[in-house]
């Protein structure tokens, strides 16, 4: 396909963009006490080298009030110019321009970054995103931030930036200021509209008059917060056209707020599900507009230039996959983008408690100037058994470091359980790694034998240098002293796989990740599906009250048992509350503190520990018992081959160990460095 709108220039005030890709702001965590480092910089580049037309870092702080965290830009004095100017440098050779976002975070700011100061907000209101109340803001604070905003604004211009970014979406201090939930003041900047919009139109005009009428400004606003009693789609048209009439260069157009419980970025929210915010937006302004949040496709971008929803996309999550996604995409090698699958692990969780942002599917993003995967020392004729996420990644980085790779698989396709995990909703785009990894497995020559299950004896008498064995593990299986064979159990992975199909009356046994998504796969799959959904609502067979009843209840009666006092573990912090939220919808009850004493006529007997010790027994009807108890690890050739070969053997993944995807895909990248490494 030719994407000759995606790859078409445009230029913003002056700022000449060599096509419509834009890598949006991302608080990376790379920048101590917000000075610009060599790991920022490399991160950047590579997504320079990649292609891409335009790339927002930040959010930036310029003043003690906007911040995150210790490790976010800044620009609050002169002394962090100098290195932001080399940074630009080095972008600008690859043809790319540079923009900073400058943040302000409002009530979101935590008061333990900010020195035990309270945040300052347009008035002092509880804050759910938080748990704290931020300072109402006296005019005083109000006058004085804008003049640092502009201030920071032209340190952005010394540095070498082609253009500055004013955040004002995501519920972050302007966002606050439009609302009438979080502006209740009663002065000239609360109240009406009018009102409302003063704060962030002086801060324009103020950064306006400090950059100068040919420096370009970009402005992001929300579309719609997605909270009730704020600003909806129309109220973010009507401030659009405010900014437009104001000389804005650029409006980039997002969703919600942060606060909302609406999903914005997890994998359940559909391909470009809220461009139509931005649409609505760039019908009613002459500057242009970007348009944002889960357009990863380049069929879906292209189609949003074609239909003149948007003159630019913004793409962050993707490009963190994958660096090189936009000079792959030109050239028609869209089947070597390494996919993002919308996990939010690395990303999202990692910069909404302070840590540094990495990738699940490219264990080199953010440690582009540590590991380094170029041709190895010597090349090493590699034996990789096992297919899942470990292997394949394992496989294609050697061969690319000029390995000789060959991977046996025991199944008659490469993936592991990447099926099981892709299974439960909102997980889907995690099938996007098989097709990605048998591509590059055919592109950089690795041997590929399926249907071949190796044998310690098999390796003996082979001349590998080294024997990765990547085998996965095997979900735990608890026996029951007491079992009348009246409760079919099974396991979760044969629930996802779809090779069992439970009864009516489940029981789920274990409360983490794995139990509470397979509880949520089977309350969706025994409920409306989206085509029935289509269907009943286009030709208006139901009532939309009807409609919505059996959208949101499961014809199974679905009950998750856990033995620990907590449930919802193995989820990254900030990624379970789309799976919550699903279960609460269906009306799934959560025991914890609960064990399992027997299976007999046809029900789960349990026993149900209270905080202060004292034992309820439970009896749960049952028609199949789902063990979600956890995995152990298929580790038997990498036994034998300690004991019996004399070669490299080496144990990565769920052989080694229950983890992430993330986790065994950057222990695979180290292990291709360490071998590379070797003489």
């Not at 540079?98 to 509880?126: N, W």
């Not at 909806?232 to 056209?241: M, S």
């Not at 592991?416 to 950089?444: E, R, S």
């Not at 998750?560 to 009850?589: Q, T």
């Amino acid at each position: 396909m030719n994407y000759c709108r995606l790859f078409s220039p445009l230029t913003v005030n002056g700022m000449e963009l060599k096509n419509r890709i834009v890598m949006t702001a991302l608080q990376c965590n790379y920048t101590p006490d917000g000075y610009c480092s060599d790991r920022f910089t490399r991160f950047y580049e590579e997504r320079a080298k990649g292609g891409a037309g335009l790339l927002i870092v930040g959010g930036c702080r310029f003043d003690r009030f906007c911040g995150s965290t210790w490790d976010m830009m800044s620009l609050m004095d002169d002394s962090y110019i100098e290195g932001y100017r080399a940074f630009t440098n080095i972008i600008r050779q690859y043809g790319a321009k540079t923009a900073v976002q400058l943040y302000h975070a409002g009530r979101y700011a935590k008061e333990r970054y900010l020195k035990g100061e309270k945040a300052l907000a347009p008035s002092s209101l509880p804050c759910s995103y938080t748990r704290e109340v931020a300072r109402e803001m006296t005019l005083e604070d109000i006058q004085g931030t804008i003049f640092r905003w502009a201030e920071g604004a032209v340190r952005a211009q010394k540095a070498g930036f082609d253009a500055v970014e004013l955040v004002g979406s995501a519920g972050y201090l302007i966002s606050q200021f439009l609302s009438p939930l979080t502006n209740r003041r009663t002065d000239q900047y609360g109240g009406s509209w009018e009102n409302r919009t003063r704060f962030p139109l002086e801060l324009l005009r103020a950064v306006r008059a400090a950059v100068g009428p040919d420096y370009p400004i970009l402005f992001r606003i929300s579309g719609n917060d997605f909270v009730e009693g704020s600003n909806h789609n129309e109220d973010a048209v009507r401030f659009a056209q405010l900014l437009d009439q104001e000389g804005v260069d650029l409006i980039s157009v997002t969703g919600g707020w942060h606060e909302t419980n609406i999903p914005q970025l997890p994998g359940e929210v559909p391909s470009a599900a809220y461009a139509y915010l931005g649409a609505a937006v760039r019908e009613a302004v002459h500057c242009p507009v970007l348009v944002s949040n889960r357009i990863g496709q380049p069929a879906a971008a292209e189609n949003l230039l074609a239909m003149e929803n948007a003159d630019l996309i913004g793409m962050c999550r993707t490009l963190i996959a994958e660096a090189e996604w936009p000079r792959k995409v030109q050239e028609q090698r869209c089947g070597e983008i390494r996919p993002c699958v919308a996990c939010n692990q690395g990303c999202l969780a990692n910069t909404f408690f302070g840590k540094p942002v990495q990738c699940l599917t490219n264990g080199l993003a953010g440690q582009e100037g540590t590991l380094e995967l170029g041709l190895a020392a010597r090349s090493h004729k590699i034996l990789v058994v096992g297919s899942g996420p470990a292997g394949c990644e394992f496989a294609v980085r050697a061969a690319q470091s000029g390995h000789r790779v060959t991977l046996a698989e025991q199944a008659p396709s490469i993936g592991g359980w990447t099926d099981i995990v892709a299974a439960p909703p909102g997980k889907h785009d995690f099938q996007k790694l098989v097709p990605y990894f048998q591509t590059m497995l055919a592109k950089t020559g690795v041997e590929v034998r399926l249907n071949e299950a190796v044998m310690a004896e098999d390796v003996q008498n082979s001349d590998y240098d080294d024997v990765v064995v990547a085998t996965g593990g095997a979900m735990r299986r608890p026996s029951f002293q007491e079992d009348d064979g009246s409760v079919e159990v099974v396991t979760a992975d044969q629930v996802l796989a779809g090779r069992v199909i439970p009864g009516r009356r489940v029981v789920v046994l274990g409360g983490g990740a794995v139990g509470c998504e397979t509880a949520q796969y089977l309350a969706h799959n025994s409920a409306l599906s989206s085509e029935q959904l289509m269907f009943l609502s286009v030709h208006r067979a139901e009532e939309p009250e009807k409609i919505s009843q059996l959208l949101n209840s499961s014809q199974r009666e679905i009950t998750i048992l856990e033995l620990a006092p907590n449930a919802y573990s193995g989820f990254d912090l900030g990624c379970a509350w789309p799976v919550v939220k699903d279960l609460k919808r269906f009306h799934i009850p959560v025991h914890t503190s609960t064990a399992v004493s027997a299976l007999r006529g046809g029900a789960v007997h349990a026993q149900h520990t209270e905080a202060g010790g004292a034992v309820t027994p439970l009896k749960l009807s049952c028609d199949t018992l789902v063990l979600a108890t956890g995995t152990v690890p298929r580790r038997e050739l990498y036994d034998r081959l300690r004991e019996r070969w004399q070669g490299n053997a080496y144990l990565i993944g769920n052989a080694e160990k229950t983890g992430r995807i993330l986790d065994v895909i950057h222990q695979a990248d180290a292990l291709v460095q360490a071998i590379g490494a070797q003489a």
